[in-house]
């Protein structure tokens, strides 16, 4: 099957610092889908970007979908960005997500 | 905007008992999906439906079913219970092939 790849595993930022989180996969998709995690379980919609760039506040993301990889870009980060991001896609031909391990930051004051 | 309502949101059940998730997806979308998420682990897709009809089925227990009804609400149903089962559970909505959208889940601890 489809491998999503997330990196780094970790990450340990200091509050103000911008951070890059990388998503490599395998196959072609039809759909790729940030999402964050909170500290109570919720998953929470940042992006859906099969391909391209989109911006929302502090966060943007893009998805070069011929090289099979997507980054997320957090700026001037601040405590309650702390939490898993997990990218996950959905494979041509089908329908379910297909999560990435993901990236588990913590943001320090 | 309306969300994905999921219940209960935190159940206790025993070994061998059986729990029953509900989900109502956002109105007007047309497939449900399912995922378990272990401790410490990512979502993995169980199942989903369009119209009302199962539309593709991943790592599911037989001693799980689910299904969907007239009014577009799905339910989980899980007999059996086995410690391992202890896991969050999200229920997700979309239109077909377009963003999924998921609910806050149901955290079932198994005793």
């Known amino acids: 099957g489809i491998q999503v790849e997330q990196s780094p595993p970790d990450l340990i930022l200091q509050e103000g610092a911008n951070s890059t989180l990388r998503c490599n996969f395998s196959d072609s998709v039809n759909n790729l889908q940030w999402f964050h995690q909170n500290p109570w379980g919720q998953l929470i919609n940042l992006f859906y970007i099969p391909s391209g760039t989109k911006q929302n506040g502090r966060l943007s993301a893009t998805t070069v979908a011929t090289e099979r990889y997507s980054l997320l870009y957090i700026s001037s980060s601040q405590t309650t960005d702390s939490g898993v991001y997990f990218c996950?896609?959905?494979?041509?031909?089908?329908?379910?997500?297909?999560f990435g391990a993901g990236t588990i930051l913590r943001v320090k004051s | 905007a309306a969300g994905v309502i999921q219940s209960p949101r935190h159940l206790i059940k025993e070994k061998r008992e059986t729990a029953t998730l509900k989900c109502y997806p956002i109105?007007?979308?047309?497939?449900v999906y399912w995922y378990q998420q272990g401790p410490g682990q990512d979502p993995q897709f169980l199942i989903s439906?369009?119209?009302?009809?199962?539309?593709d089925k991943g790592s599911i227990p037989d001693r799980f079913s689910a299904q969907q009804f007239s009014d577009y609400h799905s339910e989980l149903n899980m007999s059996s219970l086995e410690l391992g089962d202890s896991a969050l559970y999200f229920c997700?909505?979309?239109?077909?092939?377009?963003?999924?959208?998921f609910g806050p889940g149901t955290r079932l601890t198994v005793t």
């Open positions: 109105p007007r979308h047309d497939t």
């Open positions: 997700a909505s979309s239109l077909v092939g377009a963003e999924q959208y």
């Open positions: 996950a896609v959905v494979l041509e031909y089908g329908n379910k997500l297909v």
């Open positions: 439906f369009y119209e009302k009809m199962q539309s």
